[in-house]
Nanobody
């Protein structure tokens, strides 16, 4: 079973930057897509950004230009560079790894808190 370990969350002032990292272990069948989701209090979990093995990226409109997702396939690691952070970015950020082919799976990290103060 794929396990994901996140790091890099914390407290930052508005306009500041943070970089999240997530490394997958126990990978037997290669991961197709890795991504970041977030969940703020009282809200549903939402996609922030994801990236395929080939480097195709997808971003939520609210983070385009400010956030950049990248991936090191050899290390099964995904990064999220977050710039110009806003208070509305405050949430628990979860790493996700998914495989669409057989055997299909999706795994989640434990989450890392990002708090942006105004």
């Amino acid at each position: 079973q794929v396990q994901l370990v996140e790091s890099g969350g914390g407290l930052v002032q508005a306009g500041g930057s943070l970089r999240l990292s997530c490394t997958a272990s126990g990978v037997i069948f290669s991961i197709n897509t890795m991504g970041w989701y977030r969940q703020a209090p009282g809200k549903q979990r939402e996609l922030v950004a994801d990236i395929t093995t080939g480097g195709n990226t997808n971003y939520a409109d609210s983070v385009k230009v400010r956030f950049t997702i990248s991936r090191d396939n050899a290390k099964n690691t995904v990064y999220l560079q977050m710039n110009n952070l806003k208070p509305e970015d405050t949430a628990v950020y979860y790493c996700n790894a998914a495989r669409s082919g057989f055997p299909r799976y999706t795994s989640w990290g434990q989450g890392t808190q990002v708090t942006v103060s105004s």
